[in-house]
């Protein structure tokens, strides 16, 4: 079992950096790749990032290349999701997700989830 809480989000305004925490509890964290999906009202989770259990491979979504970046620190159970040059088309709940074997961007693939965070960019 893995608890996964999420922290960081609230109002920034366009052109604004923002990171986001997961902090994690429960099994042993170091095991687990690590993904921050989000879901905008209205719309579907999309996968943003991802992060192997070691953090030696990250994967980022098209839509948030070259400007989010995924990290971990193991010794901590935390994983980040720093964004910069937010865009007001980011706003949405910002979730992470840990599983054990995962195909990183199918968040069917996840066992655990945290309960999410609000971020919202205005322009």
């Known amino acids: 079992q893995v608890q996964l809480v999420e922290s960081g989000g609230g109002l920034v305004q366009a052109g604004d950096s923002l990171r986001l925490s997961c902090a994690a509890s429960?099994?042993?964290?170091?095991?687990?790749?690590v993904s921050w999906f989000r879901q905008a009202a209205g719309e579907e989770r999309e996968f943003i990032a991802g992060i192997s259990s070691s953090g030696g491979r990250t994967y980022i979504a098209d839509s948030v290349k070259g400007r989010f970046t995924i990290s971990r620190d193991n010794a901590k159970n935390t994983v980040y999701l720093q964004m910069n040059r937010l865009k007001p088309e980011d706003t949405a709940v910002y979730y992470c997700a840990a599983g054990l074997y995962v195909a990183y961007s199918d968040s069917q693939t996840y066992r655990y989830w945290g309960q999410g965070t609000q971020l919202t960019v205005s322009s």
């Open positions: 429960g099994d042993t964290f170091s095991r687990y790749f």
